[in-house]
């Protein structure tokens, strides 16, 4: 006779996936168009460093005109750029400068990069002064291979991009992954109200000439 009867042990299921607020707020079809707006109305910032940069100039003229896929070419600046193409070798005295750009860009925001001495250094991966990829700096969403590549792979890159983002899930973006900003995060500090001055009642309001 068994004096220990097995018990069986309880099955633990999985962890739900966790999702931000953003995509509890906005239903399905939302979701749809706004990557849809998103996915046709990228403004790209060309960070040209190298022999790559002309390859994707070439990629913006009329024979290839990826225009026509709703790319943007040349923003005024990384302020008003959804897409950064990093074309051509990173060095390390080039590094912070593309990090400092990068998050001048607002957010969604997303990055090419397009050669060989971007992804990886190329042929001058073995030398001191540069940095072997642009993804030990900034995150990359996609990598066109290439020295130089051609500029319909830059295209195909571009349509790669375009069909992450109809996938996208921007509380998932930024909710659950690391080296994100939350969605709390993306809120501007201008708009926060001053903070009270010490000793001072936060619900008075004064008048001009109050106290004199």
């Known amino acids: 006779m068994d004096v220990n009867p097995s018990v069986s042990e309880p099955v633990l299921l999985p962890e739900p996936k966790r999702l931000g607020a953003l995509a509890r707020l906005a239903p399905e079809p939302m979701k749809v168009i706004l990557n849809w707006g998103r996915r046709y109305s990228l403004w790209v910032f060309n960070f040209g460093l190298a022999c790559c940069a002309?390859?994707?100039?070439a990629a913006s003229m009329a024979r290839h005109d990826?225009?026509?896929l709703g790319v943007i070419p040349f923003a005024p600046g990384p302020r008003q750029a959804d897409l950064m193409v990093v074309s051509g070798t990173v060095?390390?005295?080039?590094?912070?400068?593309?990090k400092r750009l990068y998050e001048q860009m607002p957010e969604p925001k997303y990055v090419i990069s397009f050669g060989a001495c971007s992804n990886c250094g190329g042929p001058y991966w073995d030398s001191y002064s540069v940095t072997k990829g642009v993804d030990q700096i900034i995150p990359v969403d996609v990598y066109v291979p290439g020295c130089p590549p051609r500029p319909e792979a830059l295209l195909q890159g571009i349509?790669?991009?375009?069909?992450?983002?109809?996938?996208?899930?921007?509380?998932?973006?930024?909710?659950?992954?690391?080296?994100r900003?939350?969605?709390?995060a993306l809120q501007s500090g201008l708009v926060q109200p001053p903070a009270p001055a010490p000793g001072s009642d936060p619900g008075s309001e004064s008048t001009p000439g109050e106290g004199r």
């Not at 060095?91 to 593309?98: E, G, I, R, Y």
């Not at 900003?181 to 709390?184: F, L, Y």
């Open 54 to 57: 002309i390859e994707f100039i």
């Open 66 to 68: 990826f225009i026509r």
């Open 91 to 98: 060095t390390d005295k080039m590094a912070p400068a593309v």
């Open 159 to 179: 349509l790669k991009l375009q069909e992450k983002i109809a996938r996208e899930s921007l509380g998932e973006r930024y909710g659950s992954q690391a080296g």
């Open 181 to 184: 900003p939350s969605t709390a």
